[in-house]
């Protein structure tokens, strides 16, 4: 299974975000309520058959087509066979993503040029002004060495950059025909819902001024591109080429920017993805006045509470999934840092708005200017506090079992060993780092089910550091001996730290 990004369709060989939380884009909060934790679930449904509106007939959209299609051009980028690189059977994208199947640029068809000669891709976009800004994809003109667009008509032009944005996938590009063009409003993708009619048009495989049509499949999707991710999915078909392309609704207006689809093979099988238009809104007006995006900086990594953790941590609040954003790191030096967070508290709000999870918090914090202060509502040891934070700008850039130590827990399934020289020189442990390492972990136990490795490093039981084997068996044993059905320990994991929770069960407690 292939999950790839409409991509610019080429001539030439097949061509093919880790969100930056620690850089600032893990950062919002979450509703308060008596923890802060608890999302309000949907009201119970009323008992007996659910009843549905009658579906009167088929809608025709011709007289949407005829009025928008002027405004909706192909992109073609000359690329160098350099800038490409070879990954199987289609273009994939230049970054991972933790997927099962690869990301692909929606792009260009390709029969295969020698190294060194020109490539030409083809992408989609669409006119935002009379003046002839653009909006497509930043992967769609990514490396390009010349960029030209195609109109309707068939004239031809060349295009500038104006900015690109790669945390969005976005680009404006700029063309000057001398006359005025016809061009699309950006709706209000926020009215958005599932069920609703939706029209694709781009230049898939290169055929320009294509048109196709689908519905709303899910809002708010995930795919793992980057850390503002938050995709309208449609089956309105999307292939390669579409990359860039509008997705309009009934009224003609641009819901989303078509970007990526999934795939076993590189074409459409009915799952799309397009970037919200209340986003593109947001990015182009920054790219359009300054050519970048600034985005506010908090200076926090954080990770989803899952129910497990709750237990853990003493979060849970009823039957309710728990929510909000758990910080697993703070950058030191941060506007976090300064103000006293620290790993454990949970952000449960932003000026007032809630944060469900560590993305919402990612979106809110970078949607707040630099320099403005915030405030920012988090839970400490089950206690409600409120922060007034002056955020930053978001920086540009952004293992086999070792002998049983010490200190084992039967029931947790560890063994944990002091951090000696060595380790720390083994490990490339700053300094400034304390803790335990993790020496054995047993097969098929609490802490193997967590995904703890031989390697990682203990540095906090609960909410509280630990400075080493000695502490961390005995914060161990507290919260056993204390009937914890789940336990929460702050690790290092590959170098990077995070909460994992452990499941006790009901197994022997530690004496």
Do not use: C
Not at 426 to 434: A, E
């Amino acid at each position: 299974m292939q999950i790839t990004p409409s991509r610019p369709s080429r001539r030439g060989p097949r061509i093919a975000l880790a969100a930056a939380l620690l850089a600032g884009t893990a950062l919002a909060g979450f509703a308060a309520g008596n923890a802060g934790l608890a999302a309000s679930g949907p009201a119970a449904a009323p008992a007996g058959p659910v009843q549905a509106p009658p579906v009167t007939g088929l809608p025709d959209f011709t007289g949407l087509v005829a009025s928008v299609h002027a405004a909706v051009v192909s992109v073609t980028t000359m690329l160098k066979v350099h800038n490409t690189a070879m990954v199987g059977p289609g273009p994939q994208m230049p970054f991972p993503f933790p997927f099962p199947f690869r990301m692909v640029p929606g792009g260009p068809m390709q029969p295969g040029p020698m190294q060194g000669q020109p490539v030409e891709a083809r992408g989609s976009g669409f006119l935002i002004s009379a003046d002839g800004y653009i909006v497509t994809n930043n992967h769609v003109v990514k490396n390009a060495r010349s960029i030209s667009v195609t109109l309707t008509d068939g004239t031809r032009l060349p295009a500038r950059i104006v900015g690109t944005d790669p945390r969005t996938d976005l680009a404006l590009l700029k063309i000057d025909a001398g006359r005025p063009l016809p061009y699309v409003l950006l709706g209000d993708s926020n009215k958005a819902r599932p069920g609703q009619w939706v029209v694709a048009m781009g230049n898939p495989f290169g055929l320009g001024g294509t048109v196709t049509a689908g519905i709303v499949s899910a809002l708010g999707r995930n795919i793992g591109d980057g850390p503002y991710d938050k995709f309208i999915q449609t089956d309105a078909p999307i292939n390669e080429g579409n990359s860039g392309g509008p997705l309009f609704n009934q009224k003609g207006h641009v819901i989303g920017v078509d970007t990526a689809i999934i795939s076993p093979s590189g074409g459409s099988v009915g799952i799309g993805f397009a970037i919200p238009s209340d986003t593109v809104r947001t990015v182009i007006a920054q790219l359009r006045k300054s050519g970048h995006v600034v985005r506010g900086y908090l200076g926090v990594e954080a990770q989803l509470i899952t129910p497990a953790m709750a237990d853990a941590l003493g979060l849970s609040h009823g039957n309710a999934e728990p929510s909000g954003a758990l910080i697993a790191s703070v950058e030191p030096g941060s506007p976090a840092a300064r103000a006293g967070l620290q790993p454990g508290d949970v952000i449960a709000a932003v000026d007032g708005q809630k944060i469900g999870n560590p993305q919402d918090l990612a979106v809110d914090i970078a949607a707040i200017k630099p320099g403005r202060t915030a405030s920012v509502r988090y839970l400490r040891n089950g206690k409600q506090r409120v922060a007034r934070i002056a955020l930053a700008e978001l920086p540009t850039s952004l293992g086999g079992a070792a002998p049983a130590g010490p200190a084992a827990h039967a029931r947790v399934g560890l063994a944990l060993a002091p951090i000696t020289p060595d380790v720390r020189r083994q490990l490339n442990l700053p300094g400034s780092v304390d803790g335990a390492l993790v020496a054995g972990v047993a097969p098929g136990s609490p802490a193997a089910a967590a995904g703890i490795e031989p390697g990682d490093v203990v540095v906090g039981v609960g909410t509280g550091a630990v400075h080493s084997a000695t502490e961390a068996a005995d914060a161990i044993r507290a919260a056993e001996r204390h009937g914890a059905k789940a336990l929460a320990l702050r690790i290092l994991h590959h170098g990077q730290p995070g909460f994992v929770a452990i499941e006790l069960g009901n197994g022997p407690k530690a004496g």
